[in-house]
């Protein structure tokens, strides 16, 4: 009786262990997602120069090309077309990932993590995402 | 201090997009633009498969990236944890749709009418003095959920306790006929919401960004 009760609590031990190692999907899809990428020095001076307005980026805001925001992040940041603007893209691109919740942090079609990188908090740009990347903010 | 919020059964949704209509009749949104949609995904491998429905509105953040992008200083959060776009400061600069990681913010272009002749509703065709501010939109502005502030606002006046009837419920709520929606104080521990995140496995979407919404799913 007590060699089974013994079988037993190990195997029911065995089973907890699995348990508690097994990563889930979920941490998976986050990890990825939140990579801590250092900031270029040149980026900090950029952004005090943009702000001085060293850096001429005109005065008229706007999204389209010619207007401050082009003007920062294509012309002088010089950032990939690529990065926010995809060949084809359904009308919820900024969300949507196919087969991925975006409860478990899909990034979305725009990787935000780019964004991320000045928009950060303590970041060279202003601060839009507040404790952006950092890890233990995600959801379990 | 009061901060209304959602909560959002994920398990009880059955994606019948009833709150979709719900919003768009109550917040006259025009066609093209969404305040509230429902996105789908399927899960698993064939045959155990199955479809998840995910209803998307303003998350009416804590932290609205969307507040601290405009440069017109249009949006804000107002005491009650409501994110709202003041329509007679905004630019339409579109700032605010690309900051926002979870692309709810719409942009009206032009005006667009329900009838597909062009021609005006009775209701679209209401001046815009005898609208409630937040429906006074126009062309070149931006747009999203307000969580029915013109619902909330006129119970608080009524003193009435926002949520706790039809009209006094953001109109998303009480049309869910899977009774899959939630509203009310994040803040009152006695709260159905607060019972619920606390009961249940509540989640927020890209909490990773710091933004802190208080639209919560139960998974």
Redesign the interface.
């Known amino acids: 009786m007590r060699f089974k009760f013994a079988v037993l609590l190990a195997i029911a031990a065995l089973f907890l262990f699995a348990a508690c190692t097994q990563k889930p999907e979920v941490e998976e899809v986050v990890k990825e997602k939140v990579v801590e990428k250092e900031v270029p020095m040149n980026l900090w001076d950029t952004a005090e120069k943009i702000r001085s307005g060293e850096i001429d980026v005109g005065k008229e805001y706007g999204m389209e090309l010619g207007k401050r925001w082009h003007n920062i992040h294509a012309e002088v940041l010089g950032l990939k077309c690529s990065y926010c603007h995809i060949s084809s893209y359904a009308d919820d691109f900024l969300y949507q990932r196919k087969y991925k919740l975006p409860v478990r942090g899909a990034p979305g079609v725009v990787d935000r993590a780019i964004c991320t990188g000045c928009h950060k908090q303590g970041g060279p740009a202003r601060e839009l995402y507040m404790n952006a990347g950092v890890e233990g903010a995600m959801n379990p | 201090m009061v901060r209304y919020g959602l909560v959002i059964d ?1 398990a009880k949704c059955i994606g019948c997009r009833s709150c979709v209509a719900a919003c768009k009749v109550e917040n006259m949104v025009q066609p093209g633009n969404y305040w509230n ?1 429902v ?1 789908e ?3 698993g491998k064939y045959p155990n498969v199955r479809r ?1 429905f ?1 209803p ?1 509105n303003c998350q009416h953040c804590e ?1 609205p ?1 969307c507040v ?2 405009c ?2 200083k249009a949006i804000s959060k107002n005491e009650y944890g409501v994110v709202l776009i003041d329509y007679n400061k905004c ?5 605010c749709i ?6 709810v913010i719409h942009f009206i272009d032009k005006e667009k009418t329900l009838y597909p002749n062009g021609e005006k509703t009775p209701y679209e065709a209401l001046p815009a003095e005898a609208r409630h501010p937040l429906h006074r939109k126009k062309p070149g502005i931006a747009e999203k959920c307000t969580l029915c502030w013109h619902r909330i606002e006129k119970a608080l006046k009524e003193g009435k306790k926002p949520g706790s009837d039809y009209d006094s419920s953001p109109a998303c709520v009480p049309v869910c006929p899977a009774g899959a929606r939630y509203f009310g104080d994040l803040d009152d521990p006695n709260s159905e919401v607060s019972k619920l995140i606390a009961s249940r ?1 509540a ?10 919404p208080q639209v919560y ?1 139960l ?1």
């Open positions: 994920l949609f996105l995904y399927e899960q998840i995910v998307m932290n990236p601290k992008a440069p017109a630019k339409g600069y579109r700032y690309a900051a926002c990681p979870y692309g496995r989640i927020q979407l890209k909490k990773e960004y710091g933004t802190r799913y998974v």
